[in-house]
């Protein structure tokens, strides 16, 4: 047994449909652009035949379960909801080809990946890191995973009703590049692990939520998240 100077976390973790058992959770990557509306919205546009999927990544102690109160986060005047369909590894691969990634999968989930917008986008106009953007503490919000072993996502509505009003609305299928794709592209540059998240982008009507504000997602077929926004402390 390994001997600590003081007590570790305990690894970061996600609920399972059909199970008391818990995920443990790995990295979390998220995608940055994936929905051509929402890179629209971003002042970009993407062409699949000459672009490459990019990628930041958040500490996996920013994970937040679904039903969770969370605190407006400092040093923002811009806290964005971003709903996202999430995916989870239940094996790992390496430089694996597009044909054998969907042997990776676990399962899916509902997540929101909440981001200081205004800071973000101040750090990418000077060419900086995005982290003080997006690597926020609660950030990263995930419902129960749906085990579904080797399964492929096609289509499917992806909601998120803050307040109970739609902000967000679009398909799986608007997807720029698929799970399958995203699994074997970043199997190039790692290690891919069980436990290994990925936040699949977020689709168009991104904007600012307010303490106080529910926020309820769902991706079609695989479940719910939910958040609540406290004032801030
Ligand atoms: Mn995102």
């Not at 929101?112 to 917008?117: C, E, H, K, V």
């Given at each position: ?32 652009r994936?929905y051509h509306a929402h890179a629209q919205e971003m002042g970009v546009t993407i ?129 720029i ?26 689709p168009e ?29």
């Amino acid at each position: 047994m390994t001997r600590y100077l003081w007590t570790p976390t305990e690894p970061a973790s996600l609920a399972v449909h059909g199970t008391a058992e818990r995920l443990p959770v790995h990295r979390l990557f998220f995608v940055g652009r994936n929905y051509h509306a929402h890179a629209q919205e971003m002042g970009v546009t993407i062409d699949k035949a000459t672009a490459q999927p990019f990628y930041f990544t958040k500490s996996p102690v920013h994970l937040l379960d679904s039903g969770a109160t969370q605190p407006y986060p400092p040093e923002t005047q811009n806290y964005h909801h971003e709903m996202e369909l999430v995916v989870v590894l239940g094996r790992g691969g390496f430089q694996v080809p597009l044909q054998r990634a969907p042997e990776l999968i676990y399962g899916y989930a509902a997540g929101l990946d909440m981001t200081r917008r205004d800071v973000q986008l101040r750090l990418r106009d000077k060419g900086h890191p995005w982290c003080l953007g997006k690597d926020v503490e609660g950030s990263a919000v995930c419902g129960a995973v749906r085990p579904m072993p080797g399964q492929v996502l096609q289509q499917g509505e992806i909601v998120l009703e803050v307040n109970g009003a739609v902000r967000q609305r679009a398909d799986l299928s608007q997807l720029i590049w698929s799970v399958p794709e995203l699994i074997a592209d970043l199997s190039r540059y790692y290690h891919l692990q069980p436990g290994d998240v990925i936040y699949t982008g977020t689709p168009e009507g991104v904007g600012p939520v307010q303490p106080g504000d529910r926020l309820q997602g769902r991706v079609a077929g695989i479940g719910e998240v939910d958040l609540t926004i406290a004032a801030p402390a």
